[in-house]
């Protein structure tokens, strides 16, 4: 744990990452962590969300839903070609969630990944 916290302080202090975080009676129950991109093509900023969780108890009540859109207005808000992200093929609450809130699944490129 010590580790993930060293890591997401340096993200941040590096300005590497941006966090939101969501409070109920001032305790977290989730979060969305968004790592800076660019778009050769567009010639505009990319927003990658990397990391999107809701605590258990707090699932069901739009948490996901506020910080999805809470990304959304970032990412307006910096000048941003969009957003994008990844998910588990058999995640059908997330991607439900994502495409209820206009998300587009890719149909035109596979995603690779090498791992080092």
């Keep these: 744990m010590e580790g993930a916290r060293q890591f ?3 993200r941040l ?3 590497e ?3 939101y975080l969501a409070l109920e009676d001032e305790k977290a129950v989730g979060f969305v962590q968004l790592y ?3 778009s050769s093509e567009s010639m505009k900023p990319l927003w990658i969300l990397n990391d999107l969780f809701v605590a ?3 699932r ?3 948490v996901g839903n506020a910080l999805l859109v809470k990304s959304r207005e ?3 808000e910096t000048g941003a070609k969009g957003l994008v992200l990844q998910t588990g093929i058999n995640n059908s609450v997330a991607q439900g969630l994502y495409e209820s809130l206009g998300w587009k699944r890719d149909e035109l490129f596979y995603s690779y990944y090498l791992n080092i």
Aim: charged fraction near 25%; hydrophobic fraction near 40%; charge should be positive.
């Design 56 to 58: 258990t108890q707090a």
């Design 60 to 62: 069901g009540r739009g």
């Design 74 to 76: 970032f990412a307006k």
């Design 36 to 38: 800076p991109s660019f």
């Design 17 to 19: 990452s941006v966090i």
């Design 13 to 15: 202090n590096r300005k």
């Design 8 to 10: 997401l302080a340096e």
